[in-house]
């Protein structure tokens, strides 16, 4: 059994109340380790840690602050295996996915706030006519709070964790409780790149109860989210009458727009990737696609050809490229969606079964589902289901497929797959969303703003905006005349 701790102040405690959780492989459905149920007691403790350490972190050089985070992203890429291996077993994602995509995202936040930090700049104006200047001050905010999903979990807590210490805050992270175990081996490398005590502390728990101390928490001046929809509602609720600074990442029903004048074989090969990377459990993925109608039957018969030959299997086989789903609550969430198919006049073309997997009977396998629907008011479109599912339905003109991709109350990412550049601008114009690709998916820049309107979402993460979230900004005014 692996024994998780709380890492505080550079040291890994068991919770104060001493109350665990077990942690699941969901590759087999077994209870591999446990992990602390943190209370406000924990977090207490944490908050008073980080506190101490902010005036000599705040007052480090960004030199040095910057050489720290360096130093963390390489000592991530030593420990590639290691990394993988956790993130696979605790989510179900094959290791060569956490290899090629999850680690290396890691290693890469760290390495690019790094070197953002020391490019990091404030704005002064002059106007002479008046005989002044203003210029502005970026000063880091205090004791952050960093709360992460399991869908990418060292990739997404490394996503918000990096900027704000690059900017000069302490932390205290809050991971999944689903896939706490990359966040625990996180805290050793920080010591041994010789992050100081108090700067980051992780604490591992229920939403309910350590991630509800971390919001509540009055001191705490900011925090950063990533998780559903539901959640970030509480969140705002509960932190809008402290002022708290929110940035939240919620969830996505996104569009994929395929136009007849695509390039046909390479709009096909990523949307087989938009629609079932990290089984469907990414935010960002395509899960309602549109089809013209005149390529709506060559485009159905290619995909289910396409997709009946990925390989589900056990996170721990090479050729797996489909894992299994993160936990049994999810799994049967995603089944409950399957389950609903024909009552609308949706029609199953494809998947939609449990998959029995030698040797890993509890394990929470599905086959990637294809489902044709009649219309987007449906709920298999309306409804976040966040598996290996997605719909596909034909479309006839653009007014129509512009309509229906806006049509849901989500607005985070959408693809347009066009060789019309007018057509790829005006779609780019007027989908309500954050974030837009063309010709391409997932093709990710970290310098870029990242994040979604509607109920995707509020702020943005990435490059300079989040170093600004991550900063409270002064504005001096000074008379010269
Ligand atoms: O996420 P939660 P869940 C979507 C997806 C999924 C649904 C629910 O549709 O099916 O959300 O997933 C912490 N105060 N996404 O329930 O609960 C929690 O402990 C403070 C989309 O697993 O939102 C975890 O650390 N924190 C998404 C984090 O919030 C709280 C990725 C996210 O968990 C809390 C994951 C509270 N009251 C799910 N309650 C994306 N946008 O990528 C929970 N948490």
Request: proline share 4%; hydrophobic share 40%.
């Amino acid at each position: 059994m692996i024994q998780l701790k709380n890492f505080i102040n550079g040291e890994f405690l068991n919770p104060i109340q001493n109350q665990w959780l077990d942690n699941y492989n969901p590759s087999n459905g077994s209870i591999y380790g446990q992990l602390p149920n943190s209370c406000l007691k924990d977090v207490n403790f944490a908050y008073e840690a980080a506190k101490k350490a902010f005036e000599s972190w705040s007052n480090t050089p960004i030199e040095k602050r910057s050489a720290i985070l360096l130093k963390i992203a390489s000592l991530i890429d030593d420990n590639l295996d290691r990394f993988a291996e956790a993130e696979s077993k605790d989510n179900g994602k094959p290791i060569s996915v956490a290899k090629r995509l999850d680690v290396p995202r890691a290693a890469s936040n760290f390495r690019f706030f790094g070197h953002a930090i020391t490019q990091f700049q404030s704005e002064s104006h002059e106007t002479k006519s008046e005989k002044t200047i203003n210029y502005t001050l970026r000063h880091p905010l205090g004791v952050v709070g960093c709360i992460s999903p399991w869908n990418l979990p060292l990739y997404l807590l490394t996503w918000k964790i990096a900027p704000a210490l690059a900017a000069g805050n302490c932390v205290i992270a809050k991971p999944s409780e689903i896939t706490p175990y990359t966040a625990f081996l996180l805290g050793e490398i920080c010591n041994k790149a010789g992050l100081p005590k108090g700067v980051l502390n992780i604490i591992h728990g229920k939403g309910a109860n350590a991630g509800q101390a971390i919001i509540e928490h009055v001191h705490i001046k900011a925090i950063s989210f990533t998780g559903g929809t539901e959640t970030g509602k509480i969140i705002a609720r509960t932190a809008a009458p402290m002022f708290k600074k929110l940035s939240l990442e919620l969830g996505g029903k996104n569009p994929n727009i395929i136009f007849a004048d695509c390039d046909y074989e390479k709009m096909l090969i990523s949307t087989v990737k938009s629609s079932f990377s990290n089984q469907g459990q990414i935010c960002l993925c395509g899960s309602r696609i549109f089809v013209e109608a005149s390529i709506f039957d060559q485009f159905k018969t290619d995909f289910i050809k396409c997709v009946s030959k990925l390989i589900v299997g056990p996170p721990s086989n090479k050729s797996t490229q489909i894992g299994a789903l993160v936990s049994k609550a999810h799994y049967e969430k995603v089944l409950s969606f399957i389950d609903r198919v024909g009552s609308d006049g949706s029609k199953l073309l494809y998947g939609g079964k449990r998959v029995h997997v030698k040797d890993h009977e509890g394990g929470y396998y599905l086959t990637p589902t294809i489902v044709q629907v009649e219309s987007n008011s449906c709920q298999l479109n309306q409804e976040e289901i966040f598996g290996p599912v997605v719909t596909i339905m034909p479309f006839e003109s653009e007014s129509q497929v512009l309509e229906m991709a806006n049509d849901v109350k989500y607005g985070l990412s959408a693809t347009v797959w066009t060789n019309n550049l007018k057509r790829s601008l005006f779609f780019s114009e007027h989908l309500e969303c954050g974030i837009v690709w063309v010709n391409t998916w997932m093709q990710r820049d970290l310098r870029t703003p990242f994040g979604g309107v509607k109920s995707s979402g509020l702020g943005r993460e990435g490059g300079f905006e989040v170093l600004r979230f991550f900063s409270e900004t002064k504005n001096i005014c000074i008379n010269y005349k």
